[in-house]
Every structure is written in structure tokens, then in C-alpha cells.
């Protein structure tokens, strides 16, 4: 088995402002692993919040080599993905995980929602994301949005604007389903003021409305709101959600926080199993890096899977969502091709 890589950058369609950064772009790798030659591929994003930028990447990438190697066989490796976690940060071990996940599916030449043997939708609606702008800029976004075919908008909150920014959008879309976003900007009081305030919007839902850490307050939150939280950095892995139970509506699982497949799958049973409904979110990726997640919708309340339609230039093509809809392609593994 042979592990490669290739490095490109992802630019943004217009610079992504959230409460705690703002993003023109992010550089990403490419994983191949070949075997008896097949290659599945995974990606890779770079990630201030996460610490993980291109030259740690590339660093680990090369130091798996040997290892991935000597592994011999892709069963041995998705064997060995848990013992990994310990090692690899996230991100790393999710292109890892895509890349095997891949490999077999397009070895046993079925696409790999059924080769997980979960048959996922044909066609699921996915939000898309609206960042900290202003309300005029966000109704114009709106708007195209609309005309495109979106039917569920998450909205970026956590400045002075936020409720006029969620009025704007709400005029624009008034069929919409809107999420909205704080990304821990406020406070558990702020919060349960503002979600009063925002009311006749009809919010969808909120979500890590609080800085992570304290999940009682969560559940302080949701007590005074009928509106569903979401929590996402405070639903990292599988150890976080025993505290949340009770708590929260639901939770946000991104493949490249969580580890990858193999993780997500196995918090999404375990969410299930304590009444957690389930977002899917992501980082902004290609739609390389966002396939993966699209194979897992099945289950999902919410599909935040937007990051590759925030692009100027995706280098991967193959699962849709231009028009609100994601499309699973039938073909085998992951389903993406490489345009460039």
C-alpha cells in the first residue's frame, strides 16, 4: 500500500467573516492511497482554529508513509484507525480515513454509502452559509440564493448587526429554513435575549451559541428557548455527548473534528441512541474534502455541507449542491473527479 499526496490552495468566493476570524481562503492535500492498483482519496484543510496549517500536514503525511506501508493490506489499515486518533490530529486522520473508505468502495465497485451498507438519499437540501455582513449584503445574498434554489441558509452571528443581518435574510427568503451561527460569541443570557428577539424570524435553530466548555449553560439555554441548539465544538468526539444528553437538541459532526468516518459513525449511533438529532456540517474543502460527509446524510436533521460551494475554483467535481441539492453520485468510492 502507497501513500501520496499532492498541495493546492483553496481561495474563497468572497472572504468569510465569522465572530472569531475571517478567511480568504484555505491551503488543503490531497491523500492517495493505492493498493493492487486501486487509489482512494481523502483531503486535508488547513485550519487556524484547529492548529493545524500546511507544513504540519505535509510533515505527518510523510511520516505515515512507512507506516501506512507496512500496513499491508487497506482492511488492516481501517482496522488500525482508532490507535491513530491517539496520534494524528483530526483533520489528518479524516483524509486518512476517506482515502481507505474510497479505496474499498471503489475496489468492491459500489458507491461507499452502500458499501457502509447505509443507502443514503438520492438528493438532500444543504444549508448555505452567510457570513458577518451587512443586512444589505446579506439580503442580496439572500436573494441569489433563493433564485438558485436554497431552501436552508445558516447565518453568521456575533456582532452588533445580527439582528437586522437575520431580519434582511428572513425578508429575502421567507420560505426559508435559517440556522443561525454565533460560533461561541455570546453569552448564555445574550443568547436566550436574542433567540426572544429573533422570534417572528422563525429560526430553524442555534447553533454553539456559547464559547465551549460549560455545557450546563447549554442546557440552561434550551430550558428558556423553544428554539433546538446545536452543539458543535462542545460535541468534539464520542466522550463529549454523555454531558450533553438533556441538554441540547442536537449535534454538529464534522468528519475532520471528529476524525473522520469511522468516528463519525460511531457518535452518530451513539447520538441516536440518546435522542441527539444530528447536523453534518464541514470546513470549507473541495468537494473532495466534502464527499465523505454526503455519503452519511441519511440521518441527518440538518446538512450544513456547503464548504466547496464558498470556492472561486473547485479542483473536484461530482456531488452537485450549486442549486441547494447534493446529489450522491452512483458511481463507486466517494464519487468525485478531479477537474485540474
Not at 5 to 21: K, V
Not at 29 to 48: I, K
Request: some cysteine; aromatic content about 4%; overall charge neutral.
Amino acid at each position: 500500500m502507497r501513500l501520496g499526496w499532492r498541495t493546492y490552495p483553496l481561495r474563497l468566493r468572497e472572504p468569510l467573516r465569522i465572530s472569531r476570524s475571517t478567511m480568504p481562503g484555505r491551503d488543503a492535500a490531497q491523500v492517495d492511497l493505492t493498493h493492487d492498483g486501486v487509489t482512494g482519496h481523502g483531503e486535508v484543510v488547513t485550519s487556524v482554529y484547529y492548529g493545524l496549517d500546511l507544513a504540519t500536514i505535509v510533515e505527518l503525511l510523510a511520516g505515515l508513509r512507512h507506516r501506512v506501508r507496512d500496513y499491508g493490506e487497506p482492511e488492516a489499515l481501517l482496522a488500525n484507525l482508532p490507535a491513530l486518533a491517539a496520534e494524528l490530529p483530526a483533520g489528518v486522520l479524516a483524509a486518512l480515513d476517506a482515502a481507505v473508505h474510497d479505496l474499498l468502495a471503489r475496489r468492491a465497485g459500489t458507491p461507499l454509502h452502500r458499501w457502509l451498507g447505509r443507502p443514503a438519499p438520492p438528493a438532500v437540501a444543504t444549508a448555505h452559509t452567510i457570513g458577518l455582513v451587512g443586512p444589505d449584503h446579506a439580503a442580496t445574498t439572500a436573494r441569489a440564493l433563493t433564485r438558485r434554489g436554497f431552501q436552508l441558509v445558516k447565518v453568521k452571528c456575533g456582532d452588533a448587526a445580527d439582528l437586522a443581518r437575520v431580519a434582511a435574510v428572513r425578508a429575502a427568503m421567507p420560505a426559508a429554513r435559517l440556522v443561525i451561527d454565533p460560533n461561541g460569541a455570546w453569552t448564555a443570557e445574550q443568547t436566550v435575549r436574542l433567540l426572544d428577539a429573533l422570534r417572528p424570524h422563525g429560526i430553524d435553530a442555534v447553533e454553539q451559541p456559547i464559547a465551549p466548555g460549560t455545557p450546563r449553560l447549554l442546557a440552561w439555554i434550551s430550558a428558556r428557548t423553544d428554539v433546538p441548539v446545536i452543539a458543535d465544538e462542545d460535541a468534539a468526539t464520542l466522550a463529549h455527548l454523555d454531558a450533553l444528553a438533556g441538554t441540547v437538541a442536537g449535534i454538529n459532526v464534522k468528519l475532520p473534528k471528529c476524525g473522520g468516518i469511522h468516528a463519525a459513525r460511531q457518535i452518530t449511533a451513539a447520538a441516536s441512541a440518546l435522542g441527539l438529532d444530528l447536523m453534518l456540517g464541514c470546513l470549507v474543502a473541495s468537494s473532495l474534502g466534502i464527499a465523505p460527509a454526503v455519503h452519511l446524510t441519511g440521518t441527518a436533521r440538518w446538512i450544513d455541507l456547503d464548504g466547496h460551494l464558498l470556492l472561486t475554483d473547485d479542483p473536484w467535481t461530482g456531488i452537485g449542491g450549486h442549486d441547494g441539492v447534493l446529489r450522491l453520485p452512483d458511481e463507486p468510492g466517494l464519487g468525485v473527479r478531479a477537474v485540474r
